[in-house]
């Protein structure tokens, strides 16, 4: 390990996301060794707090967690300081700077994390830019900057402006916590691991596409954001988007960051503009009761979305994309459904088809991959049945539990592998596309929002979107097959 020293700035130290995501997983780093030696946590955010009060609040979102123990979080706590202050005033961020320079010794890397409500990001960078703490003449400086990533395309854009003021792009780290998640990583090891799936991973054998990711929640205390999102910017922007480039993508030549973000972008350059008519909207029941939304909100709490992409491998084939809240369950899956095979010489009654083969990549929470195909009924002479070839990563790998995707982006932002998260171009060609659909729904010709029930799978138009293509939305993890 070197001597230098690693210190990891959270600017937003009060907030949510440190206490439940930033904190715990630095604690499970560090309890695993795996955080560099020197490194050290400064939380900055504005309320007065000692050092040692700020470690008693964040002690209590990490005591539940199995892996604590009392001597290892005590060595921990004394890695972690906390230093109070404005986002944009200069004079609070210099005490701060001022504070850090006398923790660290030697070279000193340092990591900005932004874990603040994305109002404070365009104040909060260009005070770091004003004040030079972008530049890495002694050790590297990054910035993590975490969704919502503006909130079009035109906001993205002046938002990537505003870092690109005093940060290079291979210094900014944008999340999108989908990518952390070792089931959304696999993605690209079951393609690209395995023989027999690439050669057929294309228009000849593959019949359509489906990514759902559907949430039983509804948007509980998070109205007030959430009203002004909507489904498309929460969810379909970042994490759909990029499970869709990662399962259409080419294979990159290696898994470094720009080989691997050149073929998601390009991926996503070849979809075509999403026709306003081959989308649906809808609200759960009671959305505009929710606190913080507004009474005659026009905030889709759920979308489906057919699309294409236009290139070699793909065109043509359907990708169906649906996301929502206050759905019958959480699940996030990939399903592919292959051609049908012609079916001449089976027992299966007038004007049926043999059912089709289908992969179902299953992402959260049961997470695993299953494989359907047809067998023969045993004493029967031609009658077939579908059955399922599981994996399960809860049997396959017993004694290895799945880690928060914080921990392993944490780990590559601080080990300068920017693989797993997004870079300028993939964000603002994703809201591209999903400004087309935004404008879209502004016309007055527009498909009228839908509403559905809690706890169903959305509107029947959403059906309909597939039933017209002759086709079905299928859940096929978890409990919910
Ligand atoms: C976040 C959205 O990005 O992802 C939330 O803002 C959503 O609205 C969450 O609930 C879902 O993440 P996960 O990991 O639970 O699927």
């Known amino acids: 390990m070197s001597d230098a020293t690693h210190t990891i700035v959270i600017f937003g130290a009060s907030g949510d996301l440190t206490k439940r995501k930033l904190i715990p997983a630095l604690y499970h780093l560090y309890a695993q060794e795996r955080l560099p030696d020197n490194t050290i946590i400064v939380g900055y955010s504005r309320s007065a707090l000692a ?14 967690s199995s892996e604590f123990n009392v001597e290892t979080w ?8 906390y230093s109070a202050g404005n986002l944009d005033n200069t004079d609070d961020l210099k005490r701060m700077d001022a504070f850090v320079a006398d923790k660290e010794q030697g070279t000193a890397n340092r990591l900005y994390y932004l874990a603040v409500a994305p109002e404070f990001y365009e104040g909060a960078l260009n005070s770091l830019n004003a004040l030079g703490l972008a530049q890495q003449d002694n050790g590297w400086r990054r910035v993590v900057v975490e969704k919502p990533f503006g909130t079009n395309l035109e906001t993205a854009r002046a938002l990537n402006q505003v870092i690109h003021k005093g940060f290079s792009e291979d210094q900014v780290y944008r999340i999108d916590h989908y990518l952390g998640k070792e089931t959304v990583q696999n993605l690209l090891f079951f ?18 596409v489906q990514i759902t990711v559907s949430e039983s929640v509804d948007v509980e205390q998070r109205g007030d954001y959430y009203d002004k999102a909507g489904v498309l910017r929460d969810m379909f922007q ?6 869709l480039a990662l399962v259409a993508m080419e294979p990159p030549i290696s898994l470094q960051a720009d080989a691997l973000r050149n073929e998601k972008v390009k ?31 026009q905030t889709p709490t759920y979308a489906a979305i057919k699309l294409f992409i236009d290139n070699w491998r793909w065109q043509d084939v359907p990708f169906y994309l649906r996301s929502g809240k206050a759905l019958a369950g959480k699940t996030s899956e990939i399903v592919v459904q292959f051609r049908r095979p012609p079916s001449l010489f089976f027992n299966l009654g007038r004007g049926k088809q043999l059912e089709p083969n289908v992969l179902s990549l299953c992402i959260q929470p049961d997470e695993g991959i299953h494989f359907r195909f047809l067998t023969k009924v045993p004493n029967e002479v031609s009658e077939v049945q579908a059955v399922d070839m599981d994996f399960h990563y809860r049997s396959s790998f017993k004694d290895t539990a799945l880690p928060d995707a914080y921990e392993r982006l944490l780990l590559d932002a601080i080990n300068g592998d920017a693989a ?37 799978w959305g509107p029947e138009e959403a059906e309909m979107l597939l039933a017209d293509d002759g086709r079905v939305w299928r859940i096929n993890c978890g409990d919910h097959r």
């Open 51 to 64: 050092h040692d009060e700020f470690r008693g609040r964040l002690r209590e979102w990490v005591e539940p």
């Open 420 to 456: 797993l998260f997004t870079r300028e171009d993939e964000i603002e060609r994703s809201w591209e596309l999903i400004d087309g659909v935004l404008s879209g729904w502004n016309k007055p010709q527009a498909q009228p929002m839908q509403s559905y029930p809690h706890g169903t």
């Open 74 to 81: 005590d060595r921990f706590a004394q890695t972690i300081f």
């Open 267 to 297: 991926v996503l350059r070849a979809v075509r503009p999403i026709k306003v008519t081959d989308t649906v909207r809808a609200q759960y029941e009671g959305y505009l009761e929710a606190r913080g939304v507004d009474p005659g909100s």
């Open 238 to 243: 970042n994490h759909l988007m990029q499970l």
């Open 191 to 208: 393609r690209f691991a395995n023989a027999i799936y690439e050669p057929i991973w294309n228009r000849s054998y593959i019949d359509h």
